[in-house]
Structure formats: C-alpha cells, structure tokens
C-alpha cells in the first residue's frame, strides 16, 4: 500500500486502523471500545481491555523465544559483557518483582528509578510494569535537588537505584546524593532497595530504609502479572528541561503497547529475533521505548550501552554492530556529530552488512551530518521527530509501509495516527507549504501519547492545548516543502527578531554547519539597540589547526541565507553547553550572551562549556 493512504485510513478510520494495529498485542480481556473521547482533549484508547506491558515485553514470547537472547548489556566502563535470554529475564524480572513486593509496593504505587544503565535497571523497570506499579525513571546522575524535586511530584513507595554509574571511566557515586535527595525531599519513599555493583568501597546502609537487593532477592519466585485496564497509568517521566521546569508525561498500558508494536513493524522495521541497539539512557523517553519495551515487545534482542560512542575509541558502536550483527540501530544527531570529528575509518573498518538501517532523533540533524553519516554507512539514515510527550515517532519515514525516498535533513511524514498540522503562530491559520509554521496535532492523539501531566490535568491543557484553541501545540516550528517532506525549524522559543524579520536560530545553525571545518555549533539571539535582537554564533571546529576565521562563517551564512542573518559575532569553542540527554542549552547561552544568569542547570552536561562560552563574550 502506498503510504499516503495508510495514513489517510489511519485518520478517516480511526477505531477501524487501530483495532487492526492492537492485535500486535495480547491482550488478557478484549477491549469494548477502541477510543473514548467523550471528554476532549483527554483520550482513551482500548476501554475496558485488560493487558500488562511486562506479559507483553517477556512473558509472551516464553513459548517461541524463551532460549533467544532478549538483552545483552555491554559496558566498556566497567569492562563487561553479560547476556539474558528471553526465560533468564522472566527469571529475574520475577525476582524484582517479589523483592518489590515484599517490601510493600501494591498497584499504583509509584516507583522512582534511579539507576545507571545495567540490566537491573530493566529488570526493576519490567518489575515495575509486572505487578502494576507505576514508574519513574530518573536519569542517573542527576543532581540531589533534580531528584527530590521528581520524588516529591511523584510521591513514590520505593527508590529503587544502586551504588554508581560510570563515565568515561571514572566512577560517579549515586549513594549519598540519594541521601542528600531524599533530606530535601517532602515526600521520601519509606524504603530504598540499593543494587551494590562494587562501585562503592565506603557504601553504608541506613538501617530500616535502605534495603540490600543482593540480600533481598530471593532465588526463585513466580509473581503473575496484574491484569490492567489499558487507560491505567504504566508510568510518569519527567520531560528533559531544555526549555525551563521538566513536566511529569504520564502514559497509559494498553495504548502505549500498541504504539509500540505498531511502530516496530511499520517504522523500525524489527523483526522478531533480530538484534536492536538503540544508543539511549534508560532515564529518556528514547531509553523508556526504544532500549526496553518496544523491541522486547517485538521479540528481538536488545542491546544497553553503558559507555560513551569514542572509547575505548570511535569504533566502539561499529564494533558492537558487527559483533552482535544489528539489524536496527538507533542514535542521536548529537552522537553522530561527535563521531564526524574522528576519522571515518573507524567506521569501515567494521561488518556492517547486518544494519538494516540508522535511526535518529532528538535534535535538528543538519543536512551535512545527514549526508556525512549516509555516506559513511551506504545505509539508509533516517531522521525521525517525537518529543516525551508522544513516546513515538510523530514525524518519520515508514519503510514498513512504503519505502519513500529520504530527503536531507528532513524527518520525512506525519507518522499515521497523527493529524499534523503546521498553524501560522498568530492567526492559528495553516501556513502553505514552504511557509513555516508551528508543528500541531489536531487531537485526538494518538494510541502511546501521554494522557495527562501526572496528578493535573488541568496542567495538560493549560501548556499544550492554548496557543491553538483545543490543539496539541509541540513549540516546534516546522515548514512543509512541495513535495509533502516536513524539515523542523527549531523550537518556537527559538526564534529571534533582526530589525522585524524573523529568524529561527536553527536556520542559522543550518547555514553555519556549511562551512566544511564546522563540527557543531549553536545560535542564539542577543539584544541589539539597533536592530532588535542580532544573532550570535558559537562553533566548534572539526580542526581547529586550519584557522578558520569568523569572518569565512558570516560569508557562508550570506551565501545560504543573506547577509540579514549574518551573525553579530563568531566565537569558536571546544564544546558547547548541552543538557545529559545531549541537547543545546540555547536558553542559558543567550543568558549569558545578556548577561543574565543562565538559570536552571541541573542537567547540564558539562559546565566548563558554560565557562568557555563566558569566555569568549568577554
Ligand atoms: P522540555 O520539554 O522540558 O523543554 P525537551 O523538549 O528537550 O525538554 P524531549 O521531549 O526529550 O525534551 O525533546 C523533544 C524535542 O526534541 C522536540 O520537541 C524537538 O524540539 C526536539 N527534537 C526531537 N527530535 C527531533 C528531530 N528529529 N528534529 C528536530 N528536532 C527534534
Ligand atoms: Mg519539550
């Protein structure tokens, strides 16, 4: 079938299309209604059907697949390798699951998550989902007061989380920032379970609350799955915070399931019984979907990364594809920029007949790193657009329906099930193609969106539902060329004003990046008394020996753009300030670039980038 129908039945026959994508699921009773939407914008997708995300992700493939690999977790911080077949993990998904309710944790309880990336943070997340209770991952690392603010919107019953991550090699302590946490939160679970992977030479217990997992599990234990209404809440995830307070997305069991598996046929193209590497952290929603339910739900074999793409060097991504032969592969434009400043080697030099093709997501991907990256893999590379908020793609190509040609720097498609609609900022008016516009969907969204922010709904209406009168806004600009192909144009937040014409930052990036010794780089807008708002530019160079100078850049920008987007000035950096999920913080550039404080930095990367960026300014 050719795509474009797919999508248009997808929308003209709602109940119809979804009723056919849920049997990818099993289900324990069959819904009675496809879709309730009596109470706009709030959706309820498979009424009155009964099904459990961990039945679906372990329990159901015992029968086929018990004997196949479901996960193998490699760590080139710590050295090691370990695999899990399909009856191993319900071995130890079960385990957790007894701890857990062992110490008390009924259906509905919340369950915070803090967890470096190693198998027992997806045992515990299946734990979770098994014996109904709802969880919340927070990416490990973050700071005490990030943590305690998580734990005090979601008032949890257990934390569960473990002795320490690593990176880069070196150690990073979790302990007694989960003590410091739980000091400032309000709301404290009663008991910590602590996973000790040997990381911590003075790790302490406190008694009475912290509980030791390798004491606490026991050998054997058979705990059934609870059975849940498919609008049942399976867990909370707080949105990454690039642009201010992270938004606890809530998502439902049955929809979810199904957006899954769905996407897994259609988009990811996954076979039961290959092997899939999504390059995440299980604290993002990519981790949530793409490392752990969505290819278990499909039956393959999933890889957790605990590592960086450039040790022990550049080839280590490339390697893990050849070893493990991965079909489908899913990655950051971020990482892939990373990987173009090392030599290209790294990458040939490895069998990567397996991959079927590259998926990435996340962050604008320029046209030339789109084009470096396809060049270097001879494989598909395709750009697909979602948010937490969607929890699966919502622009991308879908080969499994029909292989359309890819453009550059293009995430192709409205994904069908999705209504998208580009609305003029002001008059809320569809723009014309080539006009840019804000990225909407005209709800009812879809089966797997979020259905609420946790515990206010008035919350979810009030920030998505207001810009465009009872439509789902996602602060993207977006453009729509003549051939139907989406290109985003950065965040609505993102946009400045140079003497009344009005530019989205990311055109500039775009435009900086096609300077040949561009390796990244990051635009903001600064007050000008002159002109309103001026542009200014901070890049990284893939070589910073050839001396390039800012005066080549500005030319490349008025050659790409026009001399009214020329930045006011070019600073050259080593590396740029970015949140732990990888993505530009513009907001405290511009802050400084203003000489304000650059606010909340609680999950920022790497703070010497802010330091260099100061720098430069002065
Ligand atoms: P917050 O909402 O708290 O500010 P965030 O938006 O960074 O944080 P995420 O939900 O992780 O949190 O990121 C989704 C956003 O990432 C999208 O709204 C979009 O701005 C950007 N994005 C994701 N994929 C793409 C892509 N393929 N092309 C362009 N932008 C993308
Ligand atoms: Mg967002």
Redesign the pocket.
């Known amino acids: 079938m050719k795509y474009q129908e797919f999508h248009r039945r997808s929308l003209q026959d709602r109940e119809g299309f979804w009723a056919g994508e849920a049997k990818l699921v099993e289900w324990h009773k069959p819904f009675k209604q496809v879709l309730d939407y009596s109470k706009p914008p709030f959706a309820k997708w498979f009424v009155g059907g009964e099904t459990n995300l961990c039945h679906n992700a372990v329990d159901r493939h015992l029968a086929k697949r018990a004997d196949q690999k479901a996960l193998v977790w490699i760590s080139t911080e710590v050295n090691e390798e370990k695999s899990f077949t399909y009856k191993e993990l319900h071995l130890e998904v079960n385990r957790v699951a007894a701890m857990m309710r062992s110490l008390g944790v009924k259906r509905g309880d919340r369950v915070i998550v803090y967890m470096p990336m190693i198998p027992e943070a997806v045992f515990a997340i299946l734990a979770c989902a098994r014996i109904g209770a709802v969880h919340s991952v927070v990416f490990g690392g973050f700071a005490a007061a990030s943590l305690a603010a998580r734990i005090d919107d979601a008032k949890p019953s257990l934390m569960i989380t473990a002795d320490g991550g690593s990176r880069m090699g070196k150690v990073v302590l979790y302990k007694a920032l989960v003590d410091e946490s739980l000091r400032l939160a309000q709301h404290p679970p009663k008991k910590v379970l602590l996973f000790n992977r040997g990381l911590d030479p003075s790790l302490s217990f406190v008694k009475g609350r912290d509980v030791d997992w390798n004491e606490a599990k026991p050998k054997r234990a058979s705990v059934p799955c609870e059975w849940l209404e498919s609008s049942t809440p399976s867990y909370i995830l707080?949105?990454?915070?690039?642009?201010?307070?992270?938004?606890g997305?809530q998502r439902d069991v049955g929809g979810y399931c199904v957006a899954l598996a769905s996407s897994m046929k259609r988009i990811f193209c996954g076979e039961p019984g290959e092997t899939m590497f999504t390059t995440s952290d299980i604290g993002?929603?990519?981790g949530h979907s793409y490392i752990i339910y969505a290819p278990l739900i499909a039956g393959m074999t999933t890889i957790l990364y605990e590592g960086v793409p450039i040790r022990p060097d550049a080839g280590i991504w490339w390697k893990i594809v050849e070893d493990h032969k991965v079909a489908v592969m899913f990655s950051a434009?971020t990482a892939i920029r990373v990987l173009k400043k090392h030599d290209v080697s790294f990458l040939r030099k490895h069998d990567l007949s397996s991959l079927k093709h590259l998926y990435?997501?996340?962050?604008?991907?320029d046209e030339p790193t789109h084009t470096w990256i396809t060049q270097a893999l001879g494989r598909p590379v395709i750009?697909?657009?979602?948010?937490?908020?969607t929890g699966w793609p919502l622009?991308s190509a879908v080969p499994g329906v029909e292989r359309t040609p890819l453009k550059m720097g293009s995430?192709s498609f409205p994904v069908y099930g999705y209504d998208v609609h580009l609305l003029h900022e002001r008059t809320g008016k569809p723009v014309a193609d080539g006009e840019k516009g804000v990225v909407t969907i005209t709800p009812p969204l879809p089966p797997g969106c979020m259905t609420t922010v946790w515990g206010d709904d008035e919350r979810f209406v009030r920030t998505y539902f207001k810009d465009f009168k009872n439509i789902y806004s996602?602060?993207?600009w977006g453009i729509r060329d003549k051939d139907g192909y989406y290109f985003?144009l950065?965040?609505t937040d993102d946009v400045i004003n140079v003497a009344g014409h009005r530019l989205g930052t990311r055109e500039i990036e775009e435009a900086v990046s096609m300077h040949s010794n561009v390796a990244e780089c990051a635009v903001v807008g600064v007050v000008d008394s002159l002109k309103g708002q001026m542009p200014l530019a901070f890049a990284v160079l893939k070589d910073a020996s050839k001396g390039t100078s800012q005066q080549e850049i500005m030319e490349t920008v008025d050659k790409q753009l026009g001399a009214i987007a020329r930045p006011k000035a070019v600073h050259f950096v080593t590396l740029l300030p970015k949140?732990r999920?990888g993505?530009t913080l513009r907001r405290s550039i511009q802050a400084l670039a203003e000489g304000r404080d650059p606010g909340d930095l609680t999950t920022i990367e790497d703070p010497t980038a802010l330091e260099q960026i100061r720098k430069a300014l002065q």
């Open positions: 707080y949105t990454s915070g690039t642009t201010g307070h992270p938004k997305v993002w929603v990519v434009p990435l997501a996340g962050e604008p991907l750009d697909h657009y979602w948010q937490t908020e622009l995430p996602t602060f993207d985003i950065g965040r949140t999920s993505k």
